[in-house]
């Protein structure tokens, strides 16, 4: 804060009559106060999403045959209560006041409800016990048809979570379940076997549909659950970009002319999300320039460092007018579409 607000600032706002005489140093001397504590909050909450993370692996890849072993009724038990726990745990940070520990504890609990649907359908019977799909490790690694009703029930939960404790990490597991069942819906379209490259062309246009989707709700709620919905679209679109294999030089440029574009929007849109995937994906183009066409060039790598150099100096120059330059990129759209995206209107 005090990098951008100094005793100069504050003392022409004084002589402005924005300010009376005294309560500048008084300001700044609270501003100085600030960063420690922000500083200090932003490591807690790294904490909690690190745990949230952890349990969710635990939970999730981490699950080992011996669980397995366990027996149907004692997973469903343990998932059961995992879910009732974390979901308690939620309710009360919320009633505490802990937004941030509340929402974290809360997705997990949606996370964890795969496995609860897991256990119920093959206590049911309606769980195909053949090798290739029997591991409940399975559904984060391969497209199946039947993992359809855990993915919706994990839907379902997330939206009836978000009614109890309303915090915008709970859209992640239900963008991440949408994620999996579009491609295990796609699975019908295309048939079996469901391969490699139709599961990238899959998760590219999910992840377009999901940005698009976002960019319409963005803004129009009062926690930001944008920022969560972008993530989550930016990793289907990019991971499913990047992945795709071309032999044309010219789809390659293409790629990068994407990324670039991407960077372009995280100035429109203010997200630094898109500035992220833009940037690797730039340095992933520039890197197979380096390995493949200009192998044997002496002069890439100083024009490539040079580049690197440019591209920190623009860096550090959109850092100090940001605001600015979104505001003129702003300004070169038509009304219509500021009116209809609030995400670009505020």
Known sequence: MTDRIDAKDLARAVQAGI?????DQALLAFLRQQPATRGSLQ???????????????AM??????????????????IASLYVILLTGLALNQQRRGQAV??????????????????AIERLVGWWPLDNAQANYHDYYAYVRGSWLLM???????????LRLVPYPFIAMPIAVALWFMSMDLSEWFYGSPFTWDQRLTVSLWFGLCLLVVVLLVDGRTRQDYAGWGYLAGLA?????????DSDSELAKAFYCLINLGLMGIAVLLR??????????????????????????????????????LGVIGLGLAYQKR?????????????????????????
């Open 19 to 23: 300010l009376q005489p005294g309560q």
């Open 43 to 57: 490591l807690a909450h790294s904490a909690f999403y690190f745990g949230a993370l952890l349990i969710m692996a």
């Open 60 to 77: 999730g890849w981490l699950l080992t045959e011996a669980w397995m072993r366990i027996g149907d009724w004692a997973l469903l038990a």
């Open 101 to 118: 520990a509340g929402g974290v504890l809360a997705a997990v609990a949606v996370s964890i409800v795969p496995l609860v649907v897991f």
């Open 151 to 161: 993915e919706a029930a994990t839907v379902v939960a997330g939206l009836m979570m």
């Open 236 to 244: 289907a679109f990019w991971c499913g970009l990047t992945l795709m």
């Open 271 to 308: 997200r630094p999300v898109f500035m992220v995937f833009g940037a690797l994906g730039v340095a992933a183009y520039l890197g197979y320039l380096s390995y493949e066409v200009f192998a044997d060039s002496l002069l890439f790598p100083v024009v490539l460092t040079l580049i690197g």
């Open 322 to 346: 940001r605001e600015d330059l979104s505001r003129s990129a702003r300004e070169c759209l038509p009304q219509w579409l500021l009116a209809a995206l609030p995400a670009l209107r505020n």
